[in-house]
Structure formats: C-alpha cells, structure tokens
C-alpha cells in the first residue's frame, strides 16, 4: 500500500545525525515548510517539499497541520488495577507521599488492588489507557510491571503489556519497584526473591530491568545486585535514581552504563557529569514532580549545557503522575524546566527511541522508518506545549496504519 501525506503546515522530520541528539541539535527539528511524505508499505519512502508520485497513490491533506513523529513515551507504568484518587485527596489536604506509602499506601496499595485482578481485567484497564495515550498523540510506550511484586503477578503483567494494542510496547521488568507487604521487614529476602526467581522468568518477556534505587527502597548496594543479575540475563538496565533524594543512583546508572537514569530530581553536579561521561541518557518527569505538588524539577537546563541527550516521559501510573499527555508534559517543561519547544519535541521523539534502542526505526520522519506520526490540530509545533490542557491529535498512525481518529472517536 502507497500513500502521500500532503498540505503539512510543518513537516517535523527530526532529520539529523543517527545517534541521540545533544545542546543545540536539541533545537534542529529538521521542519520542512509545506512538506509531504510518501509512505509505503508501512516505511517512509520520502519525506520533504514537492515530491512526485502517481495518479494511484492514495493522499491524505493534512490541511494545513503540523506533521510530527509519534511521541515516544520512555516512562510509563500502564498496567494496573483501580487508582489512587483517595490519596490525591489526602495529599490535597496536606499528607505527603511518603507518609501515605508508610501508612500502607502508595504502590502497595496498587500492588494489592492489582494481585486480585484477572489479565483479562488488567488488558481491559490497559486498553482504556491506550485510547488516552494515541489521543495524546503517542505511538509507542516504555511499559513497566512492578505492580504484582511476586513471581506469578509480575508475570500477568508482562504477559499483559505483551497484549497492548495499537500502541507499540516496549517492556521493562520492574520487580524491584518497592517491597511487598508479606515482605515488610525482610526486605533481603524479597530481593533474592526477585535476583533469584522472577529476573529468570522474566527475561523471556522483557527488554529492560528497571529498579526504584531510594535509600528507603531498594538503597544503591541493593540495587546494583538487581541490575548486575539483570544485565546476566540479557537485560538492558534502566533506573529510578535520585527522585526523592540524592541517593546516588545517578552514580550507579553511570557506573554500570544503564540506557537510562530516570526522576533525577535530586541529582547533583557531580552526578550529572557521571551521566555524561558514561554516556546514560536522563529521562525527566516533570509529570511527576507537578502532581506530587514539589517544585523541585530536575535541572535539565544543566543537563543540556553538560551535553546530555535528555529524554522527556509522563511517568503514567496511579499515584504520582496520573497522565498519558505528552504536550502537558512539553509545557511543564518549558515553564518549569525552561526547555523550548523544540528542546521538548526532540526529547520526547528521537531521544526517546534511542533510549529505547529504536532510534533506526522511529523517532522521527526520514526515509525507512517506520511510518509513525501523527496529524496535530494546529499550524506551529510551538502551541504543543503553549497551550497546555488541549489534545492536538487529529490522526495517529502506526507503520503507516491509522489507529486513532478524532472523527471517528466522536461518531
């Protein structure tokens, strides 16, 4: 099947050097004004200004919009049963996080809610979660587990995440998220519980192992013992670090080259520059920071002046970031984190498929990618993050396929 793309406004190709993209390329979207793609086959074949093809050829008019990449979400944690809206409340009403999660809240109390649910009630929460990903213009999602804590749940989650459809799914192993409560107090035996039972299971069916390195959680020591099984089994290693303190887990992340150091809200200098020079790609929610009421937002503009290719995710989960909306996140960015627009798209498209190890297949428009973008309801990729609150997605696509319209999801 052959199709054009015609009438774009912008053409946000995200053209550049295969690798991550650093400093000033952060601000290089590779725009094509009046541009036009031809895709075929679910590839792009060609993407620029006046391209030629036949009478056969199926075009879709863009209409003037902006045509970008589908946003890449590198953090997000979608499968889970129930929510957490009793705690918003209380944190509204003064109570911290922590003193919610050590009143047996928090990710335990998902984690009890999710053991009792069944994969089909899981998948049936999920897909709920994947219309409000595609709406937001998203096309693929690093998916995390973590919220069954033991052998069996962990592996309902990944066999669920395994069934996310349309949205394109990478999945992470995240048994180190937080101890169970059959646990509490034994803290050393759950973790040899996952080192020892859940990483060989589940290695089948992730790509990454990820784990909450807080010294109240899983403390460094602990976490390297994770991550160093992990990476035995073939896992690509991916980090909570420095969220709610300076633990030194961006040490860590840079001291066992993980893809990712994750939060970072905590991080100094000197972790920064560890990053930096063992090449660990930052991946910032600031989703997370805005919905737990801190102020508190990684310095990514140091980040960036360090010559670090920072990642932009939501962070999606029932507690501490309840959002699949990237263009919320692109304007917490620039209003809190002072990154441009163009810095933010960058970082939340092929940024985010390098983190993932994806950057030759999406990320951004150029010829032999697969045909992931999207058709935004607006003339300037800036008013993504300018006006914030707003779904710009007009029509999504996947490998050239259309999975999401706005005029169909009205009828």
């Not at 792009?44 to 003037?64: R, S």
């Amino acid at each position: 099947m052959q199709f054009a793309v015609v009438g774009c406004s912008e053409l946000v190709t995200l053209a550049g050097p295969a690798r991550p993209r650093i400093g000033a390329e952060l601000r290089e979207l590779g725009i094509v004004k009046s541009g036009a793609m031809l895709i075929r086959d679910g590839r792009i074949i060609e993407a620029g200004a006046d391209l030629k093809f036949d009478a056969k050829t199926e075009v879709i008019d863009a209409g003037g919009r902006v045509v970008m990449p589908g946003f890449v979400d590198a953090h997000t944690h979608p499968v889970f049963a129930g929510n957490r809206a009793d705690e918003f409340e209380k944190r509204a009403e003064g109570a911290t996080y922590q003193e919610i999660a050590a009143g047996g809240g928090g990710i335990r109390s998902t984690v009890r809610r999710t053991r009792a649910a069944s994969e089909t009630e899981l998948l049936a929460a999920a897909a709920r979660y994947t219309e409000w990903f595609l709406r937001n213009g998203t096309t693929t999602i690093e998916a995390k587990s973590g919220y069954g804590l033991s052998l069996d749940d962990e592996l309902k989650l990944l066999h669920t995440i395994g069934r996310i459809s349309p949205l394109r799914t990478v999945p992470t192993f995240l048994g180190a998220h937080e101890v169970p409560d059959e646990y509490r107090g034994r803290r050393a035996e759950y973790l040899q519980l996952v080192i020892r039972e859940m990483l060989p299971r589940a290695a089948s069916l992730a790509k990454f192992c990820d784990v909450f390195c807080e010294p109240r959680v899983f403390p460094v020591e602990e976490a390297r013992q994770v991550l160093l099984a992990a990476r035995s089994h073939g896992l690509g290693l991916r980090m909570h670090a420095d969220q709610l303190e300076n633990g030194g887990g961006a040490r860590l992340a840079a001291e066992l080259g993980a893809a990712t150091a994750d939060h970072l809200e905590h991080t100094d200098p000197e972790g920064i520059a560890a990053l930096r020079e063992a090449r660990v790609q930052p991946v910032l929610l600031p989703g997370a920071v805005y919905a737990l009421g801190s102020r508190h937002y990684p310095d990514a503009r140091a980040m960036i002046a360090a010559g670090l290719p920072v990642v932009l995710a939501t962070d999606f989960n029932p507690g501490s970031s309840p959002t699949t909306s990237m263009p919320m996140i692109l304007s917490l960015a620039a209003t809190q984190m002072k990154m441009t627009p163009a810095e933010s798209i960058t970082a939340s498209t092929i940024n985010a498929a390098f983190s993932l190890g994806l950057g030759a297949e999406i990320g951004s428009l150029e010829p032999g990618k697969r045909a992931d973008f999207v058709i935004h309801d607006c003339a300037d990729h800036r008013e993504l993050a300018y006006f914030f609150g707003i779904e710009f997605a007009r029509e999504v696509y996947i490998d050239g396929k259309r999975v999401w319209s706005r005029r169909q999801a009205a009828i």
